[in-house]
């Protein structure tokens, strides 16, 4: 079996082909980069629609096959940008009208946990995935990825790359934030916000601004970072201890973070557990990762109506699992 998958949240429009042992057929991929300021939907929406089909073409052409080859369309449903998811679907969805082809709208939150098993070859985790947007503890109980903590505000990634910019680190923040936490030599007390197993960062990330009035910026990038992947630490360790995980696995950008790693991997294997790092390569937004989800459920006889619409605040536990039975390959 085939798949052809079309990821379009946000700022990438990738096309990725997977075959049912999990092997990888094609990843292509293009993006969207404003050259300054966030991503602007609409301009990356454009980008999608002038450029996708040549995406599509070159995902073909990197599998050696052709469309009559392919069994299904997926494609990311949500939740995501409108404009973006919509150029995505659009293309999905001619693509299975033209081809006479099943459908497969996929959560894009779910691809991220999906391919993160694949490539790690994992069969149960705790997932930890803190992306810019997202900051989500979940794990797979009872048919549902179900969210056992999630940030009440602002993603992780966001926080870091909010705060950057008033220090003038431009956009992502994250990893040179990494570099000058490493200078730091004084902890700098700032507010750590965990509510139940909920977190808030919109207070740190004002107390870190205003600290840089008074502090060395190394001195902050350090603290801040400590009281941030603690909190995330705090509210991933109670969902282990509850859930009796063994594999503990890191997905979403804010993964690379080799501090973060650490407090992790002490945090899982206080309880057992492995830690898992989604490579970068898969971390980020690519097509591949809906082609195999869409997989997954579409042999566990998950098709989507052509006339679905898209669903920017889907969330990661309105979806039935029902394609957990089965096996990760050789997992
Ligand atoms: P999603 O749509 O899944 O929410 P996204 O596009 O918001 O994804 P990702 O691409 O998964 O986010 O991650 C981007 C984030 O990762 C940015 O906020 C960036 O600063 C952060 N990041 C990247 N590398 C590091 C690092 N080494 N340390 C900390 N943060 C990092
Ligand atoms: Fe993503």
């Not at 679907?89 to 001619?94: E, K």
């Not at 930890?128 to 009440?152: D, K």
């Not at 990330?205 to 992947?229: G, N, P």
């Amino acid at each position: 079996m085939i798949v052809l998958g079309i990821e379009s949240t946000a700022h990438t429009f990738g096309v990725g082909i997977v075959d049912d042992n999990g092997r990888i057929l094609a990843d292509q991929r293009i993006q969207h980069r404003p050259k300054e300021g966030g991503i602007r939907p609409r301009d990356s929406a454009q980008m999608m629609s002038e450029r996708g089909a040549d995406v599509i073409k070159a995902a073909l052409d990197e599998a050696k096959i052709s469309i009559q080859d392919v069994n299904a369309i997926a494609y990311a449903i949500g939740p995501g940008l409108g404009p973006c998811l919509r150029t995505g679907a659009i293309a999905a969805r001619f693509l299975a009208a033209k081809y006479n082809k099943p459908l497969v709208g996929v959560n894009h939150c779910i691809a991220h946990i999906e391919i993160g098993k694949l490539v790690g070859k994992i069969r149960d985790p705790l997932v930890v995935y803190l992306s810019g947007a997202n900051t989500q503890i979940i794990a797979l109980a009872n048919g549902r990825y179900r969210i056992f903590g999630e940030t009440l505000d602002i993603g992780l990634g966001n926080l870091l790359d909010s705060w950057g910019r008033k220090v003038g680190i431009p956009f992502p923040a994250g990893p040179k934030i990494e570099e000058l936490a490493k200078q730091g030599k004084k902890f700098i007390p700032l507010p750590y916000t965990v509510k139940g197993s909920d977190l808030a960062f919109s207070g740190l990330y004002t107390a870190a601004v205003r600290a840089t009035e008074k502090h060395d910026i190394a001195d902050v990038a350090y603290s801040l970072q400590e009281v941030a992947f603690s909190m995330v630490a705090e509210v991933a360790e109670r969902a282990l201890a509850h859930t009796e995980k063994g594999e503990v696995l890191l997905v979403g950008g804010v993964a690379a973070n080799k501090r973060l790693q650490k407090i992790m991997r002490i945090m899982a294997e206080g309880h057992n557990a492995s830690l898992h790092v989604v490579p970068m390569k898969y971390a980020a937004d690519n097509g591949i990762m809906i082609a195999w989800t869409g997989l997954l459920m579409y042999r566990a006889g998950i098709t989507t109506p052509l006339s679905a619409p898209i669903n920017p605040k889907f969330r990661t536990d309105q979806v039935d699992v029902v394609w957990a039975d089965y096996e990760t390959p050789d997992a």
